[in-house]
């Protein structure tokens, strides 16, 4: 038990852990990412249902959905755009792609 405590804790403190000493693109990115997670869970949510509509031959639900994701589409382009580019230069550091990591780990998944 206590080799399990130890791993408990030891992965506690570092999901609790601040991002720290992360570069001003991490930070934005992180700011993108939590600006845009509504929007990107309620995404998920649609395209569930647009897959479920298609197996179901149900027509008028998938005409229903499709503008609404159309919109979200729209409104996630331009965040998803930037936080590529930003991600695109986190592979020069591995310090940044892990900060911004552990981020995406705070914020969790879609509820």
């Known amino acids: 038990m206590g080799k399990y405590a130890?791993?408990?804790?030891?992965?506690?403190?570092?999901?609790?852990?601040?991002?720290?000493?992360a570069s001003a693109d991490v930070e934005e990115a992180v700011a993108l990412t939590k600006q845009s997670h509504?929007?990107?869970c309620?995404?998920?949510k649609i395209q569930v249902q647009l897959l479920l509509a298609h197996q179901h031959h149900d027509q008028d639900?998938?005409?229903?959905?499709?503008?609404?994701?159309?919109?979200?589409?729209?409104?996630?382009?331009?965040?998803?755009?930037?936080?590529?580019?930003?991600?695109?230069?986190?592979?020069?550091?591995?310090?940044?792609?892990?900060?911004f990591e552990t981020a995406l780990l705070q914020l969790g998944d879609c509820e």
């Not at 130890?6 to 000493?21: E, Q």
């Not at 409104?75 to 986190?90: C, M, Q, S, V, Y």
């Open 38 to 40: 509504a929007d990107q």
């Open 61 to 99: 639900k998938l005409n229903a959905l499709g503008p609404d994701l159309d919109a979200i589409n729209k409104r996630l382009k331009p965040i998803e755009d930037k936080l590529n580019a930003l991600k695109a230069g986190f592979k020069k550091n591995p310090d940044d792609a892990g900060a």
């Open 42 to 44: 309620q995404k998920k």
């Open 6 to 21: 130890f791993l408990l804790s030891a992965a506690s403190l570092v999901f609790s852990a601040p991002v720290f000493a």
